[in-house]
């Protein structure tokens, strides 16, 4: 009889452990579940960065002047 009962106590606890172990298998499966769609939402819906403009002055005829003071170059558009 006590034989019995040591071998029920030991395949109740694998049982627990077995529906521990499924049981943190799936909050794992579905944390990763929902962190991928997050991640793929945003990839898709992230705007692209406007490209840079590239903008040059009028001169109107004057020339530019460059000249160094001795603190550093100075452009005089």
């Not at 694998?14 to 579905?30: H, P, R, Y």
């Not at 929902?34 to 819906?45: D, E, G, N, W």
């Amino acid at each position: 009889m006590q034989n019995f009962r040591s071998v029920a106590l030991a395949a109740a606890g694998i049982v627990v452990l077995a529906i521990a172990a499924a049981f943190t298998v799936s909050l794992t499966l579905i944390a990763g579940a929902v962190l991928t769609l997050t991640l793929a939402a945003r990839m898709l819906t992230a705007r692209p960065k406007k490209a840079p403009v590239f903008a040059k002055a009028k001169t109107e005829g004057r020339e530019m002047r460059v000249w160094n003071d001795g603190r550093g170059t100075i452009i005089d558009l």
